[in-house]
Structure formats: structure tokens, C-alpha cells
């Protein structure tokens, strides 16, 4: 090298030979953590929360706002009925939790008494009877206390249902409505006190494995981690494929709401009301009506939003059944619920990408699983058993692991 060769470069130029250098000192300095979680919707927040202090945690959300896509547009409903078998196996073994939680977790209950009533038109009254009679011949814990009622009794609930549309109906007291805000609020606080580091604005654009670990690039800066968890929801098989995992073919679908104000009804103490056969529902909502056609139409993962034609269908379904008059309706919002192939959760690790762990495929009742999901997760993330109360649902991590699909 000339002896002058310093002399030669100009400022500019050590300017950015610096910058280079310092840029590439901090890439190399990037925080080490045991466990990224990808995904701060309930059940990525749940589990930062159970794992707690045992592990190091990074908590990544893409968007502003906590829980942005499916958990904050949910129904709010804690429901025992009519579950598949294995997701009804994690809603119950996720009873104990949110009707009694951990002290000091929360300020409020988390859970309130709805009920539920289930309708039928003449030509599904004999399907309705059908399963009054099946859950009523279930062995324990399957079974449900499900009351089978007259049209009147229906209408002493719900005074504005059509007594020419309801033919049969059934009560089912074993639902409440959640209160999400404050379950999601509540596990963040938790997972904060232990030690996790909560990152909003944190979308994973791509990563490469660097010796045992991930190196994750966000839009903020690099990280390291152990153990990723995807827990994306409806982006979990793009997030992927950063991983060199495969895609388990999970597929969001849309599910549209509105809310409709109610005259001269005070609905407040209301059961929620659905269709046998969940064509339709709807249900008390801050003195409106919460109406959703249970649409479930495939789409790309992206910021839902409502079609025009499903906003009319939910109105409909309302005034077709009730003796309702809709004048206006307040508001419409959709969700993305998100199902693997055989529609149960993936939970588990990747038998492709060497730490990559699937949290994924909740299916619209990721909340009200949430503690269960959480459970078996965090057992399997840190090699400990199973829970016991768990196990006495008869789950099982072989049902979920993904190596179903891989």
C-alpha cells in the first residue's frame, strides 16, 4: 500500500468506511435470546407470559397495536359447545385458568356468564333434537348440560325472535363472554415482569442460521435467538419460509361482524343466539347486537376487511329470525381465522428447520384455549411435562405436532 494511500481518501470516503464498519460491529452485537416469539396476538402473548423467567423471551409483533388481526376482532366468547374433539379438549383444560386466574393477574374477571341459545328452523328441528339427545348421552367430561326448550321458553329469553322462523331450541349455560383486552393486557404484564422484551414495529423480513442459532432480520434491529416460535396467525406459513421450513398448507379465512343498535329492548343480560348448524349468530355487545353470518371465505393473509354482500347477509340472517326492524347498521369489521388441513392446532417443532417451532393454525378459538395452548407449548419449548390438568383432557402433543404435514 502507498504510503500516501490515507492522504488519498477522501472524507467521504472514510466517512462511510467508518459507517460500514461501526454498521457491521453493531450486526455482530446483536441481542442473544433463547426464545423469539414471531407473533404478539393472544397466543404468542400467553406464551411469553407462562414461560415467564425460565427462558430469555423477545416478543415480535409486525404491527402498532397488540393482537391487531384476529384477537382483537374476535367474538369474545368462552364456549364448551359443539368443539371438535381436540379443540374442546384445550378449551376445557382452559376453564380453570380463565375462571379462576393466578393471583395478581389480572384486576377484573376475565370471564362473565352468557349462556347460549341454540335455534332451529321446522325443517332442522329433528337435527336439533339429534344432538340435545347426543350431548346428553356423552360420559363426563364431554358431556354438556344442555336444556332443551319450547318456543316460548325461547322467546322468555330472547323476546324478539320470530315465533313463526324458531321451531325447536336448546340452552346451553356453559358459555360466558371474555374479556379479551384485559386477558391479552394481563398476559403482556406478565410476560413484561418476568423479563421478556416486548417489541411492536418488529416485522421479521428474514433470517439465516448463524452457528446455533437464528439470526433475525427485522425492520428495527437484528436479534439472535435459540428457538423462533411462529406464531403469526394467518402469515405463519410465509413466516416460514425465512426458516426454510415448509409450508403446512395453513390457510386464513375471513369472518365478518357487525353490531347493530337494538329499540326498545334492553338485550344487555341476553344469551348469545345461534343457528343449529352455525349458519348465523349473534349476541349482546356494549347494548347492541353482534351479528356474524360464520362466514369462512379462503383468502391471503392480509388486514381484513368486510364484503358488502356479507354485511347484508348478516343483516339479514337477523331479520329473518327476529322481529327486529334494522334501520342502520353501526358498525362492520372481519377477522382472519386461521386452520391447518385437518383444522386442529400445530403445535410443536419443525422436523425441517432446526429450531423452529410452530404455534399456529388456532382456528378462531385461540383465546379461549389460549392458557391450554399456551401450557403445552411452553412443556415442550423447555422439555418438561406435560401439565396435569392437560393430561386429564386427554391431550397429548402427538395431536398437534406438526410432523402430521412435514
Known amino acids: 500500500m502507498p504510503a500516501d494511500y490515507a492522504r488519498r481518501i477522501s472524507p467521504a470516503a472514510t466517512t462511510a468506511i467508518f459507517d460500514a464498519q461501526f454498521f457491521h460491529w453493531i450486526q455482530s452485537m446483536a441481542e442473544h435470546f433463547d426464545i423469539a416469539i414471531i407473533g404478539g396476538g393472544i397466543v404468542g402473548a400467553a406464551l411469553a407470559h407462562t414461560i415467564g423467567n425460565r427462558r430469555s423471551v423477545v416478543l415480535l409483533e409486525r404491527e402498532e397495536a397488540w393482537g391487531y388481526h384476529s384477537t382483537g376482532r374476535s367474538a369474545a366468547e368462552f364456549s364448551l359447545r359443539f368443539q371438535s374433539e381436540g379443540a374442546g379438549r384445550l378449551i376445557r383444560a382452559s376453564a380453570g385458568f380463565l375462571q379462576t386466574p393466578p393471583d395478581g393477574f389480572c384486576d377484573l374477571p376475565l370471564i362473565r356468564p352468557r349462556g347460549n341459545l341454540c335455534i332451529a328452523q321446522a325443517e332442522k328441528a329433528g337435527h336439533l333434537h339429534h344432538i340435545f339427545e347426543a350431548e346428553r348421552n356423552k360420559s363426563a367430561p364431554m358431556a354438556r348440560p344442555l336444556q332443551l326448550l319450547t318456543v316460548a321458553d325461547a322467546l322468555a329469553l330472547?323476546?324478539?325472535?320470530?315465533?313463526?322462523?324458531?321451531?325447536?331450541?336448546?340452552?346451553?349455560?356453559?358459555?360466558?363472554?371474555?374479556?379479551?383486552?384485559?386477558?391479552?393486557?394481563?398476559?403482556?404484564?406478565?410476560?413484561?415482569?418476568?423479563?421478556?422484551?416486548?417489541?411492536?414495529?418488529?416485522e421479521v423480513t428474514g433470517a439465516r442460521m448463524e452457528g446455533s442459532a437464528w439470526r433475525l432480520e427485522t425492520n428495527g434491529a437484528d436479534l439472535l435467538a435459540t428457538t423462533v416460535v411462529n406464531a403469526a396467525g394467518g402469515w405463519a406459513d410465509p413466516v416460514a419460509l425465512h426458516f426454510g421450513a415448509t409450508p403446512l398448507g395453513l390457510v386464513p379465512y375471513r369472518r365478518t361482524a357487525i353490531t347493530v343498535p337494538v329499540e326498545g329492548y334492553d338485550v344487555s343480560a341476553m344469551p348469545e343466539i345461534n343457528e343449529i348448524d352455525e349458519d348465523f349468530y349473534f349476541k349482546p355487545d356494549a347494548g347492541r347486537l353482534l351479528v356474524s353470518p360464520a362466514d369462512e371465505t379462503p383468502v391471503t393473509p392480509h388486514d381484513a376487511w368486510p364484503e358488502e354482500l356479507d354485511i347484508a347477509q348478516a343483516a339479514q340472517y337477523l331479520s329473518d329470525c327476529t322481529k327486529l326492524e334494522i334501520h342502520r347498521i353501526s358498525h362492520s369489521w372481519a377477522g382472519l381465522r386461521t386452520f391447518a388441513p385437518d383444522r386442529l392446532p400445530v403445535i410443536g417443532a419443525s422436523k425441517r428447520a432446526p429450531g423452529f417451532f410452530w404455534l399456529a393454525g388456532l382456528g378462531g378459538f385461540g383465546i379461549q384455549s389460549s392458557p391450554a395452548v399456551a401450557a403445552l407449548a411452553s412443556s415442550l419449548l423447555l422439555e418438561t411435562p406435560i401439565p396435569a390438568a392437560l393430561r386429564q383432557e386427554g391431550i397429548t402433543a402427538e395431536t398437534f405436532s406438526p410432523i402430521r404435514f412435514e
Not at 320470530?162 to 346451553?172: F, N, R
Open 158 to 202: 330472547v323476546p324478539f325472535l320470530d315465533p313463526d322462523w324458531v321451531a325447536a331450541a336448546l340452552y346451553d349455560p356453559d358459555c360466558w363472554d371474555i374479556e379479551v383486552d384485559s386477558l391479552l393486557q394481563s398476559y403482556l404484564k406478565s410476560a413484561r415482569h418476568a423479563g421478556a422484551d416486548l417489541r411492536r414495529n418488529a
